[in-house]
């Protein structure tokens, strides 16, 4: 299979996924260290995360996995440099050739740490301070089994606002977690929760002051190592086979990646060429006047 990336991300991913281990505890520590992006995650840190949480598996002295982001944020989501980088230069539209590739490997770098997690025997806790939003909101957030977050933190489908709703409307774990009427409002407007909102509508444990983020997620981490590991691993068991009843197939998510990429929208063209133009943040803030000035003329029509 194609390694996605490119090669500088390839040779970074290892300092920017780092593992620390502590048997005596039982909980390992997993850190996304790419703090100038707001630990926005390339495809090779995917895969990255991916190997560690599979290797945290085999380890009968592990019994809490905890996910934690250096600096101000968790994660901005995916790097979305890295992404536009993979198509060929001139290339408008993709083909479906294209789009089975593309649809491949981005199932393997995105599922790839989802599934890990999702099927993983430790219980895993997130701490979440800043930006969670876009992929490590669908695929970090919602899928470990404890969340704390900090009261200041953002949560939710930002991409949305240029890329559409599906996801963020569709996804089972969210439907199943914050429930579907919320889901949807969060999807179609692009909102981000706040932490209080977040464990308000269920996706959050804790929320707390963000100055005892830190040690709360570790009070946490060490209450829960410290019971017995074959009681974990039966109650894990048992949350797994329930969790099954609610999955997605891979053809089902393909699906619907084809379906994007296959069918850009015109704001969507835009926000891509303007990210080519002058990167993301620019595109961002331009993308955001654009909606505004949208936003206004509507209200002046219908005054």
């Not at 980088?85 to 393997?108: E, H, N, V």
């Not at 009070?219 to 017995?228: C, G």
């Not at 099954?244 to 998510?253: E, F, K, N, W, Y």
Request: hydrophobic share 40%; glycine share 10%.
């Amino acid at each position: 299979m194609t390694v996605f990336g490119t090669p500088e991300s390839r040779a970074a991913a290892e300092q920017q996924v780092l593992l620390d281990v502590n048997p005596v505890t039982g909980i390992a520590t997993v850190t996304l260290n790419r703090p100038e992006k707001h630990n926005a995650l390339t495809v090779p840190m995917r895969a990255r995360l991916a190997k560690l949480l599979w290797q945290l598996n085999e380890q009968p002295a592990i019994r809490v996995i905890l996910i934690r982001g250096e600096g101000k944020s968790l994660s901005s989501g995916a790097e979305i440099n890295e992404d536009w980088g993979q198509r060929a230069p001139g290339k408008k539209r993709y083909t479906l050739t294209d789009a089975t590739r593309y649809g491949s490997d981005m199932t393997w770098g995105r599922q790839g740490f989802a599934q890990a997690l999702t099927r993983s025997d430790k219980i895993t806790i997130i701490q979440i301070q800043g930006y969670c939003v876009a992929l490590s909101y669908f695929t970090l957030a919602t899928k470990c089994d404890l969340v704390v977050v900090s009261e200041d933190a953002k949560l939710g489908a930002l991409e949305g606002r240029f890329l559409g709703p599906a996801g963020a409307v569709s996804s089972i774990h969210l439907n199943r977690i914050l429930g579907l009427r919320r889901a949807r409002r969060l999807g179609y407007t692009a909102d981000p929760m706040s932490g209080e909102q977040a464990l308000a509508g269920g996706l959050a444990t804790l929320c707390v002051p963000p100055d005892r983020l830190e040690a709360e997620t570790l009070r946490l981490a060490h209450e829960v190592a410290a019971q017995p590991a074959a009681s974990l691993r039966y109650i894990k068991l048992r949350v797994r086979v329930g969790e099954a009843l609610l999955g997605a197939s891979v053809p089902t998510m393909t699906g619907l990646l084809f379906s994007h990429f296959l069918r850009p929208g015109e704001d969507e063209l835009s926000f891509w060429k303007k990210v080519r133009q002058g990167g993301v943040s620019s595109a961002l803030k331009e993308d955001k006047s654009r909606r505004e000035e949208v936003a206004g003329a509507e209200r002046g029509a219908g005054a």
